[in-house]
Structure formats: structure tokens, C-alpha cells
């Protein structure tokens, strides 16, 4: 079944606490991406990926890192989380101008 | 100038009607376009790609203009289970990708 997995699904932790949310996709897509969701301001993109080792910005990367490693796997690193990226994050994959599949998405709560 | 521009609504419409969403885009050069439906809290999931000469699914059809800048999604036999937000996507090339911008979404409740 095509996929694009996250995990956790939920997160509660504490400020300054590393944590990384895994993102994997069995398509075979060049292209990957993270957002966060906010009420109020819809899905604003975060970091996306073209091609295994090749990653840019998106709208608010600040706070965030990202690697791709594998074409697969898009694993998105908050280094010191704060409570302002307590938020609804997805992954999302697809080829490079198509529609995008998402993940179900993981909710992070930092206090 | 927001890039994807959507009216937030919400369109609250009985079982039955007919309702329509539009979603304008600011850069010409987009060349790809989307409807996706998001329910509460959940994923994004695809509803349409939107192709130059207009195309339609079941009770769903979708238009393009692309002297104005904008799409359409008509809906048309509305159910209950309508009854959520409407995102528009556009894809537009920049520095050997597509780069996708989400409109902030369009909301419809559909009532008995």
C-alpha cells in the first residue's frame, strides 16, 4: 500500500529537549516536505527535499533541521524545541510536480 | 499579497445545493494545481487535480482560468459528509522544483 508514514502520531515534551519526528514514504518520490498547521494560518511549509541530499528552506524553517539521507526518509530534528512550535505537523511526498500524499500527521505539545 | 488566496467562509449550505469555491493564485508561472479536503485535525487528501480544460468527478468539477489567475470547485448535490475544508494548491517552479503553496482553506458545513 503506498504511504507515507510518520512517528510519533503524538509528543508531549519539555523545552530543550531534542526530538525527531520520522517520516518515511514507499513511493519512490523525489520530492518531500514537512509543514506545520496552526489555527488561523493553514499549512505553512517548513523544509522540503527534491533528491536525496538536496534540501531548502521552506516559509519558517527557523528552529527546525532536516536531512535526507535516503530517498525514503525525511526525518524533520527540533534541536531545542520551545512552546511557539507546539503545533500539527505533517509530512507529504510526491514526484516532483504532482499532487502531494501526506502523512496522518503528528501533534507536538512543548512545554 | 498572499500567493494562494482563499475566502475562509464558512459556506454553510443545505443538503442539495450547489456551491462553488474559488482560489486565486499571484504568479504566473504556477503550472500545477490542486483541490485537496481536509477534515478536522486530519491529513490533507487529494480531491482533484484541476487541468486546463476543466475537468469533473461525479458530483466534483473543477476549472482553471489561467488569464485570470484563478481555479474553481464546484460541488454540485452537496451531502452532509461535504461537510469540511477545501484547500487549493498551486505548484510553481523555482530552482529545478515545484514549489507547492497552500491556500489557507475554505470552509463548508453542509446542514440537513
Known amino acids: 500500500e503506498a504511504q507515507v508514514t510518520q512517528n510519533p502520531r503524538y509528543l508531549i515534551t519539555v523545552t530543550g529537549k531534542k526530538l525527531t519526528v520520522t517520516c518515511s514514504q514507499n513511493?519512490?518520490?523525489?520530492?518531500m516536505s514537512w509543514y506545520r498547521q496552526d489555527p488561523g494560518l493553514g499549512l505553512r511549509q517548513i523544509y522540503y527535499?527534491?533528491?536525496?541530499?538536496?534540501?531548502d528552506k521552506g516559509d519558517v524553517p527557523e528552529g527546525y533541521k532536516v536531512s535526507r539521507k535516503e530517498k525514503r526518509n525525511f526525518p524533520l530534528i527540533l534541536e531545542s524545541p520551545s512552546p511557539n512550535q507546539t503545533s500539527l505537523y505533517f509530512c507529504?511526498?510526491?514526484?516532483?510536480?504532482?499532487?502531494?500524499?501526506f502523512g496522518d500527521g503528528t501533534r507536538l505539545s512543548i512545554l | 499579497r498572499k500567493e494562494v488566496e482563499q475566502d475562509p467562509g464558512p459556506f454553510n449550505v443545505p443538503e442539495g445545493a450547489t456551491v462553488a469555491f474559488n482560489c486565486t493564485y499571484s504568479?504566473?508561472?504556477?503550472?500545477?494545481f490542486f483541490w485537496y479536503r481536509q477534515d478536522c485535525r486530519k491529513e490533507p487528501k487529494l480531491l482533484m487535480s484541476?487541468?486546463?480544460s476543466g475537468n469533473e468527478d461525479g458530483r466534483f468539477t473543477a476549472q482553471l482560468n489561467r488569464a485570470s489567475q484563478y481555479i474553481s470547485l464546484l460541488i454540485r448535490d452537496s451531502k452532509l459528509s461535504d461537510s469540511a475544508t477545501y484547500l487549493c494548491?498551486?505548484?510553481?517552479?523555482?530552482?529545478?522544483?515545484?514549489?507547492?503553496?497552500f491556500g489557507r482553506g475554505t470552509s463548508l458545513i453542509v446542514h440537513p
Open positions: 507529504a511526498s510526491s514526484p516532483l510536480n504532482t499532487a502531494q500524499h
Open positions: 513511493m519512490n518520490h523525489e520530492y
Open positions: 527535499s527534491m533528491n536525496v541530499e538536496v534540501t
Open positions: 504568479n504566473s508561472a504556477s503550472q500545477s
Open positions: 484541476v487541468y486546463s
Open positions: 494548491v498551486v505548484r510553481t517552479p523555482s530552482g529545478g522544483s515545484y514549489i507547492p503553496t
